[in-house]
């Protein structure tokens, strides 16, 4: 397996706040990998960080941002111009808003395979179409001609979808992409994603908020907290032995069918993420941390609990020394 | 930035104070009459110019009256008629709003299309027509642009109070048994008439340049009374060979109007108001 | 879409219906018409004869229908000053009034649109403040005193340009850049507030995320929705332009419609007064009701309503 894209040690700050500082993990080609944690915990940041489509007033600084091999952190402006939308594609949480409403679906479509390639009008509507089929939308021929406000939520996330594989990338970033969407949509845009994956052998960053969705698609997790990625490893892995606190808090808040007895409370995480500033050290989920001590606010270790599977928290090696 | 566009207000009201003193108090303190002719000291320059003197500090007009004198009289017609203006037209407006507003339904629709044959008027040709018709005089360009100067009023009173009406403080004076008229009075007005000052200053500065057009048109304050529009209109026959007599009121109209609505684009910001024009 | 048009131009007639009324109540405020159309110095014979001959000793209501029914085939009577039917003069001074509009119109846009586009770009930069600083300067300037400083230098100083008349082409240059000077405050903020709205919005970050260029970003996607309501005002615009080019066309004595109006509003001569009021308010009307429906057109979610 190749990893096609890899971030090391990426901070985002807007002005004095830190929305993500020192996130670091890998996506390999074929995967999908998940960034889960609560709103506001600077996984959206990270995406838009990775596209560079940050606002202006947002400064991004890493250690390497690879993708395909390549640090794209150098990239100017152009050259990452040229990679986005083409070799590297992504969509977002608002379906709704987020085509132009005066364009057609045909024009948007076509318009991101002409920026990218050298090719004609009708070779970019076959291939526009073809997509669409794939994506599941019928009558795609008569979409081409539509209008966003024409077509209903779910059919604007598949338009979305399609228009991302346009210049066939090699890196899918999905923002919550079926957060807006009713339930039994959702599932069949997750499928989709899934299957596309396997067949275009497309790396997939999938944000999310929602454990179901990490349990039902990804390959990979990354959990973040305050900016941070506190633990990351095999979906099979972290499920069986969640090693940070936090990370065990968000699974008991999940309920499970059979497990969960009526009228038994949820597990729930007392508090909110901190607002992280500069000067901050040591973990920021001690003021919730059930198992916090005195060593919490010193600088965080990072350990391996099992094959790929990364933890960053005290509590291994406070155990480690009881032994 | 936002203290930049505080300064912008500041120096609004700066402005318009200055004005404001200078209109009560400026006219006794020149040492002239304004309306005292002197045919052997006709266009005399400012001082800073050629020829001035020291008696004229703005110079004299065609006429040979003090300038200055003149010009800070103008500044009491502007502002009696920007306010006057305003008063009216706030009165009609505001009624007008507030009741489409408060009722909803049949009564804002008869608002609301009593609103665009307003908006289709146009203003200058029919206060001029007006004035022209009836002949010229303070109350009648009071009159005229008070008639015709509501919309604005009644857009924002309209829009606020539907913002409103349906909150609940007005729903609890409902419930306590409050009468419409005591609910549009003490519960309506206090809440939008934050709103209602910042179409006061705007308006009153559209009144002002208003009335210096009509004046300026010969259809407006009649001479000899100083508007700064008539003296513009007065001055324009010398203004080729000495193009102060017209620079001189065309600033004080410029600078006025200008300091108005820095006053009012200061508080639409303040109050967040939103003005359709 | 058919039925929208067909409200609004229901609605759009009511409004003129509602005009007419008011020009004709405008011109019986002065009190007795007669005496002065007679002038000082005529006797009561010559009133009573000239009472007769404009029919103004029927009942108002009578001389209000009779006027309406003509006006509404275009015949407005006749001008005591001008000795010609006011549709004849109001049909040879508008083609002045119309050419003023247009190019005032053209110059405003050529204007506003890059000031405002420039000062959304540059939102909260010294740029953008310059162009708020141009906006408030241009709401507070008093168009026939730029009118006349703009003789001063162009006409008199420079020699560049007629000072005025209505003879060429070059006496409309200076009238159309004053009446631009009244329309660009009002559309440049209207084009910064729409393309701020419109570069915040998710559909430009799809465009990004899409890799395309800065300038097809801008002057395709965010230009095409921040330019429509611009679009719709620039008609009502228009309608405030003609309905002010009286105070621009007196100034520089352009022999437009507002000059004729303000000729007769001086000589009292009040059929052409209604009918001028009533014309441009009519265009005004027009003018909203075209807004509207190059609104509902420019917007594809409104076509299809």
């Known amino acids: 397996m190749t990893a096609i894209l890899d971030v090391q040690n990426l901070a985002v700050r807007f002005g004095p706040t830190l929305a993500v500082r020192n996130a670091s993990f890998t996506v390999q080609k074929g995967e999908t990998h998940c960034i889960v944690g609560e709103s506001g915990c600077g996984k959206s940041v990270t995406a838009l960080a990775i596209m560079n489509l940050l606002a202006r007033n947002a400064r991004r600084d890493a250690k390497s941002i690879a993708f395909a091999g390549q640090d794209i952190l150098a990239y100017s402006d152009r050259q990452m111009e040229d990679v986005r939308g083409n070799r590297m594609a992504m969509i977002f949480q608002e379906p709704m808003t987020s085509l132009n409403p005066s364009y057609t679906i045909g024009s948007q479509m076509t318009e991101v395979l002409r920026r990218h390639h050298n090719t004609t009008r009708d070779l970019a509507e076959q291939r526009a179409i073809g997509l669409m089929q794939r994506v599941g939308i019928t009558a795609p021929q008569m979409r081409l001609g539509q209008y966003p406000h024409q077509l209903s939520g779910g059919l604007r996330q598949r338009v979305m979808i399609a228009m991302a594989l346009m210049c066939d990338p090699e890196l899918l970033i999905a923002d919550e992409p079926t957060t807006a969407l009713d339930v039994t949509v959702q599932a069949q845009i997750l499928r989709l994603l899934a299957e596309l994956k396997q067949e275009l052998g497309l790396g997939i960053l999938l944000i999310t908020h929602d454990l179901g969705i990490v349990a039902r698609v990804a390959d990979h997790v990354s959990v973040m907290y305050a900016g941070e990625v506190i633990e990351t490893g095999r979906t099979a892995d972290l499920f069986a032995n969640p090693s940070h606190p936090y990370t065990r808090g968000l699974i008991d808040c999940v309920p499970v069918p059979g497990k969960i007895k009526p009228g038994e409370a949820l597990g729930s995480i007392p508090g909110t993420v901190p607002v992280m500033k500069d000067g901050f050290s040591g973990c920021a989920f001690r003021f919730r941390c059930p198992q916090a001590s005195e060593i919490c606010t010193q600088a965080v270790p990072r350990h391996e609990v099992g094959p790929n599977h990364l933890v960053q928290c005290h509590l291994p090696s406070r155990q480690g020394g009881a032994q | 930035m936002p203290r930049l566009k505080e300064l912008g207000f500041v120096i609004g009201l700066v402005i318009v104070g200055v004005v404001f003193v200078a209109a009560v108090i400026g006219p006794w303190l020149t040492g002239h009459d304004a309306f005292a002719q002197n045919l052997n000291a006709r266009l005399i320059p400012p001082f800073w110019m050629e020829g001035g003197s020291s008696q004229h500090w703005l110079g004299t007009d065609q ?215 | ?227 429509i309501p611009v679009v719709s005002i620039a008609a009502v615009q228009l309608g405030f332009m003609l309905g002010g080019s009286i105070v621009i066309e007196t100034v520089f004595a352009l022999h437009g419609v507002g000059y004729l109006a303000w000729e007769s509003i001086s000589k009292n001569d009040f059929p052409v007064v209604q009918a001028v009021v009533l014309v441009l308010a009519s265009i005004y009307i027009g003018l909203t009701l075209v807004s509207d429906i190059l609104n509902a057109l420019l917007d594809p979610r409104l076509r299809g309503a």
């Open chain 2, 63 to 277: 006429l040979g009256r003090d300038y200055l004198t003149r010009l800070l009289y103008g500044a009491r017609i502007s502002l009696f008629i920007g306010i006057l203006t305003v008063i009216t037209s706030g009165i009609i407006g505001t009624t007008l709003g507030v009741l489409g507003g408060f009722y909803g339904g049949r009564i804002d629709d008869a608002v609301l299309f009593v609103i665009t044959c307003r908006l289709s008027i146009p203003v200058v040709l029919v206060a001029l027509a007006v004035v022209g018709l009836v002949g010229s005089s303070l109350t009648l360009v009071v009159t005229t642009l008070g008639l015709l100067l509501w919309d604005r009023f009644a857009v924002v009173a309209r829009a606020t109070t539907m913002q409103i009406r349906s909150l609940d403080y007005v729903n609890a004076a409902w419930c306590s048994g409050c009468s419409p008229l005591d609910i549009m009075r003490h519960e309506i007005l206090p809440n939008i008439s934050s709103h209602l000052m910042v179409v006061c200053t705007l308006e009153i500065a559209l009144a002002i340049l208003l009335e210096a057009s009509l004046s300026f048109l010969g259809l407006g304050v009649p001479p000899p009374l100083p508007s700064w529009g008539l003296m513009i209109a007065e001055g324009k026959d010398y203004m080729f060979f000495s193009a102060w007599v017209i620079m001189i009121p065309g600033i004080a109209l410029f600078t006025l109007v200008l300091g108005m609505n820095m006053v009012g684009d200061g508080l639409r910001r303040a109050f967040g108001t939103q003005v359709i024009k």
């Open chain 3, 1 to 227: 879409m058919t039925r929208f048009i067909f409200r609004r131009a229901l609605l759009a007639l009511s409004v003129v219906m509602t005009v007419m009324a008011l020009a004709f109540v405008l011109t019986r405020l002065s009190g007795d018409l007669a005496i002065s159309i007679a002038g000082p110095g005529s006797t009561q014979a010559d009133v009573e004869v000239i009472r007769k001959a404009y029919g103004l000793d029927r009942p108002v209501l009578v001389q209000f229908f009779d006027w309406t029914r003509l006006a509404l085939t275009g015949d407005f009577g006749n001008s005591f000053f001008f000795k010609d039917k006011v549709s004849n003069l109001i049909g040879q001074r508008m083609p002045v009034t119309f050419t003023l509009g247009f190019t005032g119109l053209a110059v405003a846009l050529v204007i506003s649109l890059p000031l405002g586009i420039l000062a959304a770009l540059n939102e909260n930069t010294w740029i953008d403040r310059l162009v708020s600083l141009l906006v408030m300067v241009g709401q507070a300037m008093p168009s026939f005193w730029l009118g006349l400083i703009l003789m001063i230098v162009f006409g008199l100083q420079l020699g560049w340009l007629p000072i005025s008349g209505t003879g060429s082409w070059q006496h409309f240059v200076m009238p159309a850049i004053v009446l631009a000077f009244t329309a660009v405050p009002a559309l440049t903020r209207l084009m910064r507030s729409g393309m701020i709205e419109a570069l915040g919005s998710d559909y430009i970050r799809t465009a990004r995320a899409k890799g395309l260029s800065r300038s097809s970003i801008i002057f395709k996607h965010a230009l095409r929705n921040a330019a």
